[in-house]
């Protein structure tokens, strides 16, 4: 009711006021706005070009419209459902073994009863995080080298015939999934640690009274306990679905695994930038932002109704 | 009062212990592996009788690496990336996250939502590169350093810390004349060194490791980073140019997997080295995302 009595005059001046009382703060974030503008919201409107026929000549507002086309073009080309399932595929497999994998590791590590060795496996289990990807992807290309490699020279010793794991596409997923799981387990595991370190040991000392033994500590104590975080990082995980990284499978694939191998990101990368195909690239792309955005969107929703906890 | 351990448990115990030994072989012994077969002689490495001690030990391999120019430019190169790049993304990340911190900044509530808005949805390669085409950063030193100024996942963490600095050192200062600036450098920034030195290793292991946007924005290998010429001698098999001296097709064949180990000890050895050093604060860094975010 008040700031009708106002004159127009004093309300602008009381917001140069409290503009003045922020200033510096405007400041500082300007740089920071100015990039997220430039480098996050300018290719957004630069995903015009998956509706036109782009040439990097004209610019982005002066190409022929085509509509659909591309992604009509994406959804009937062979490519479409090989994309898919390859996408698909390496995402449930890691759910199914790389999920339950940091899980049990913080269950083994928070069992360990000597201090010094606990801390000994935490630390060095999540070693291998550091190490950067092509290093990771060369040691399983050199230990799994059909002449030379470790892995074959130990399967020779038990008399099996080498075998060239890194052109075989019924091996691939297997060995994707693997070394990321040896990589990344300690890492992840981090979180199920700290959720356990907050454990009540009461019930522990109560449950012991009651003459449990370690095993059904584990079943029915410990497991519920850390139950809601399982559940968060579950959830959180079904959201990046349609997501494989580029960068570990470009590394580790070839043209003789591209069947089992090829990801939505890797033919983004083969189409956009090495054929130069711009527009075509592009709209995969955007097919695959727009159902990743709304898994994740749907997701947060479900972990909201489920667990109170969400990202917005 | 100390409580006997039944049977089942030190049975539970017991293998458990196992288990744990069992994860701390399997992490530690690739690793191991490749610094035993660097140090052999090619021919034990080829016929698979190293294992866990070198055989005919000679430091051939490492003569090749370390006389290489390419894997020198790389670390030169990545050193570069890696410092002024983690300056840059503290600054930026710091100059965000400290008005976005600040429950009485007007602006909040703007540009909040649109900061986060870049964690669920983006342009995409695509149109990004062709972002970078325009700018004309294509095969500059900058492009490896500017367009990922800003983590928001850091970014966030970052300003969940200034917010649990106690409100009333902010209005003592402000009675005390101080601006947000003067409050900023000399009161936030010391009080949140644990924040810095976790975002400044995140950041600084992300420049060292990453070799996707060198892979797309870079043709010179002058400006290649480390990781693009491991790419290349680890993953691509292509040889050295101190290899290409060397005699015969098949001499070049058998010293090449000892080379190739060789190579993943020296530029795995910085991280390997601090490691030890920095692996607390990793963990606190994980701890400080992990119960914000």
Redesign the interface.
């Known amino acids: 009711m008040e700031h009708t009595f106002k004159s127009h005059f004093s309300k602008r001046d009381k917001l140069s006021k409290?503009?003045n009382?922020?200033k510096?703060?405007?400041?500082?974030?300007l740089?920071?706005?100015i990039?997220?503008i430039?480098?996050?919201?300018?290719?957004?409107?630069?995903?015009i070009?998956s509706f036109e026929n782009f040439s990097?000549y004209r610019g982005?507002l002066k190409g022929p419209w085509v509509g659909f086309k591309y992604f009509i073009e994406f959804f009937n080309s062979t490519f479409f459902w090989r994309l898919m399932r390859n996408t698909f595929l390496l995402n449930v497999y890691s759910i199914i073994f790389g999920f339950p994998a940091p899980i049990i590791?913080a269950l083994?590590?928070n069992?360990?009863?000597a201090k010094f060795?606990k801390k000994?496996?935490?630390?060095?289990?999540?070693?291998?995080h550091?190490?950067?990807?092509?290093?990771v992807?060369?040691?399983v290309?050199?230990?799994l080298?059909p002449?030379?490699g470790?892995i074959n020279?130990v399967l020779?010793?038990f008399g099996q015939k080498p075998i060239n794991f890194m052109i075989m596409p019924r091996w691939f997923r297997t060995i994707y999934i693997a070394s990321g799981i040896?990589q990344e387990v300690?890492?992840s595991s981090?979180?199920y640690l700290?959720a356990l370190s907050g454990v009540d040991s009461g019930l522990y000392e109560a449950a012991?009274v009651d003459g449990a033994?370690?095993?059904q500590q584990t079943i029915f104590i410990t497991l519920p306990s850390i139950l809601p975080t399982i559940i968060i990082m579950l959830i959180l995980r079904m959201g990046n679905m349609l997501s494989v990284g580029?960068?570990k499978v470009?590394?580790m694939y070839n043209p003789l695994t591209y069947e089992v191998a090829d990801v939505i990101?890797t033919y983004?990368?083969r189409i956009?930038?090495g054929n130069s195909e711009?527009s075509y690239?592009?709209a995969v792309?955007?097919f695959?932002?727009a159902i990743?955005?709304i898994l994740?969107?749907s997701v947060n929703k479900i972990s909201k109704k489920v667990s109170e906890i969400s990202?917005? | 009062m100390k409580?006997k351990l039944?049977l089942?448990?030190r049975i539970?115990?017991i293998i458990?212990?196992i288990?744990?030994t069992l994860?701390?072989c399997?992490?530690?012994y690739?690793?191991l592996?490749?610094i035993v077969a660097s140090l052999s002689s090619p021919e034990s490495?080829?016929s698979?009788s190293v294992?866990l001690f070198p055989i005919g030990i000679n430091l051939n391999a490492y003569n090749v690496v370390l006389k290489d120019k390419q894997i020198w430019s790389g670390y030169f190169n990545t050193i570069w990336y890696t410092l002024i790049g983690t300056v840059i993304n503290l600054i930026?990340?710091t100059?965000?996250a400290?008005?976005?911190s600040?429950r009485?900044?007007?602006?909040r509530r703007i540009?909040m939502p649109?900061?986060?808005f870049?964690m669920?949805?983006?342009?995409?390669?695509?149109?990004?590169?062709?972002?970078i085409?325009n700018l004309g950063m294509l095969d500059s030193r900058w492009v490896m350093v500017?367009?990922g100024?800003?983590s928001t996942w850091n970014l966030i963490i970052m300003r969940s810390f200034f917010e649990n600095i106690p409100e009333s050192l902010h209005e003592a200062a402000i009675i005390d004349g101080a601006?947000?600036?003067y409050i900023?450098v000399r009161i936030v920034v010391p009080l949140s060194k644990p924040v810095m030195a976790v975002m400044t290793l995140f950041y600084a292991?992300g420049h060292?490791?990453s070799?996707?946007d060198a892979?797309?924005y870079l043709n010179s290998s002058q400006l290649y980073p480390l990781?693009m010429i491991?790419?290349k001698?680890?993953?691509q098999f292509d040889n050295m140019e101190q290899m290409k001296a060397i005699g015969t097709f098949e001499d070049r064949e058998s010293i090449?997997?000892t080379v190739?180990?060789a190579t993943?000890i020296v530029?795995?050895l910085p991280?390997l080295l601090v490691?030890p050093f920095l692996?607390k604060y990793?963990?606190s860094g994980?701890?400080i995302g992990?119960?914000k975010g």
């Open positions: 409290i503009f009382r922020d510096y703060l405007w400041m500082m974030i740089f920071p706005l990039y997220y430039v480098f996050k919201y300018i290719p957004m409107y630069g995903l070009i990097p982005i590791l083994i590590v069992g360990i009863t060795y000994s496996v935490q630390t060095i289990s999540y070693l291998p550091f190490v950067s990807t092509v290093v992807v060369g040691m290309v050199n230990f080298s002449t030379t470790l020279h020779s010793f040896w300690g890492w981090i979180i700290a012991k033994n370690k095993i580029a960068e470009l590394l990101n983004v990368y956009g930038i711009f690239g592009s792309g955007l695959q932002s990743n955005f994740v969107a990202l917005w | 409580i039944s089942e448990d539970y115990n458990n212990i288990l744990a994860v701390l399997i992490t530690l690739p690793f592996y490749v490495v080829n698979g294992w930026m990340t100059l965000a400290y008005p976005l600040r009485t900044f007007n602006g540009i649109i900061i986060a870049t669920f949805f983006g342009g995409g390669m695509i149109p990004t590169y062709i972002l085409k500017i367009p100024a800003i601006n947000d600036l900023l292991v060292w490791n070799f996707f892979l797309l990781q491991l790419r001698v680890l993953i090449g997997q190739r180990y993943i530029s795995t991280i490691y692996q990793f963990a994980v701890m992990a119960i």
